[in-house]
């Protein structure tokens, strides 16, 4: 059973850095896509950034691009997210996912989820 815990959110101002981790259990994850996710009040689930597990592919979404940056410590099967100069619209609920296969930007794609993490930016 794949197992996901993100970590990391928090209250931070506008302009500020946020590093979200999502420590992963419970399978190889050699052949798996990782991807995070957003969810602001009101709004629908939305994508951020994917990766294959290597780390030699990644997808961004246009909002983040340039801000934001997925990585992963495949010794520690972290998933983490460097958020950058980060906006009061980045405010939401970040959750970890993970798909067994190709990467993918698609929520309905992804099997498995973790529980989220608030991160809130004041202006």
């Known amino acids: 059973q794949v197992h996901l815990v993100e970590s990391g959110g928090g209250l931070v101002q506008a302009g500020d850095s946020l590093r979200l981790s999502c420590a992963a259990s419970?399978?190889?994850?050699?052949?798996?896509?990782m991807g995070w996710f957003r969810q602001a009040p009101g709004k629908e689930r939305e994508f951020v950034a994917a990766?294959?597990?290597?780390?030699?592919?990644?997808y961004y979404a246009d909002s983040v691009k340039g801000r934001f940056t997925i990585s992963a410590a495949n010794a520690e099967n972290t998933v983490y997210l460097q958020m950058n100069s980060l906006k009061f619209e980045d405010t939401a609920v970040y959750y970890c996912?993970?798909?067994?296969?190709?990467?993918?930007?698609?929520?309905?794609?992804?099997?498995?989820w973790g529980q989220g993490t608030q991160v809130t930016v004041s202006s």
């Open positions: 419970g399978r190889t994850f050699r052949n798996y896509a």
């Open positions: 996912a993970a798909r067994a296969g190709w990467i993918n930007t698609r929520l309905l794609d992804y099997n498995y």
């Open positions: 990766s294959t597990w290597s780390g030699l592919l990644t």
